[in-house]
């Protein structure tokens, strides 16, 4: 009878064990990175202000998020899972702009 209370409570363990790793790698890979930036015309040496920044996935390029640049050219997209995203920054008055954001740049 021992025997059979003793494999029990190593099953148990075994269990508990495997489900504290599924929540550490649920919380991991689960976690939100926020990208910060400034959009800047390097020939006119001044931000862009009230530019469109759309987030799109870089495989298929759907739409994940969307945001303003301020009055300084800032903008902050929040919330974003890690994953490969390319950027794209439209203005009225300047072309089409893509960029890959590198994620260790990410804040």
Known sequence: MNIFIA???AM???????L???LCCTVIFSQKVT??????DSLARQPV???????????????VSFTMT?????FE?????????RLLLT????????????QQQWR
């Open 12 to 18: 148990r363990k075994q269990s508990l064990c495997f």
């Open 49 to 63: 202000s009230y530019a469109t920044v759309t987030l799109l996935q870089k495989k298929d390029s759907t739409l």
């Open 77 to 85: 997209l929040s919330g974003i899972s890690s994953g490969e995203y």
């Open 20 to 22: 504290l790793f599924l």
């Open 35 to 40: 990208i910060t930036r400034l959009a800047y």
């Open 91 to 102: 203005h009225l008055n300047y072309p089409k702009f893509y960029r890959e954001p590198e």
């Open 70 to 74: 301020d009055q300084h050219g800032r």
């Open 7 to 9: 494999e029990l409570l």
